[in-house]
């Protein structure tokens, strides 16, 4: 299952999410697609105005990336992938799960906005 910060990795929620996801029996990982932000962006404008040259897709690709190392560990079961979001990161949830056939599920919270027209090959769950 695939985490995605709002704002900042660093954020307490992010690991915790993780956490309470193992304990569950789920292995949960938090892609840093804010990795092109430097530590030292301590406003929202600052952290905004670093991040303007990462793009929408430059993001999906890191959380793609995230997605080929989970298939590579010995420890994940093959099928399909989870995404969890928050904020800007459950726009990013919707988007990743619209295009990728590996994921079954998408939970955004509180996400930010996002068209119908985005969502084109969102596909409807056959089970909850």
Known sequence: ????????ITEEYIPNTCAALALAGFVGLA?????????????LEETRKAFAAHTETDTLLDVQAG???LREQPFVKAGGL????????GRMAMLYGARSREITSVVPFHSAPITAMELTNLKAPDQF
């Open 82 to 89: 989870g995404v969890v979001g928050f904020c800007y990161g």
């Open 31 to 43: 892609p840093n697609i804010f990795h092109s932000v430097p530590e030292s962006a301590a406003t």
């Open 67 to 69: 997605a080929d190392y």
């Open 1 to 8: 299952m695939f985490v995605i910060a709002g704002n900042k």
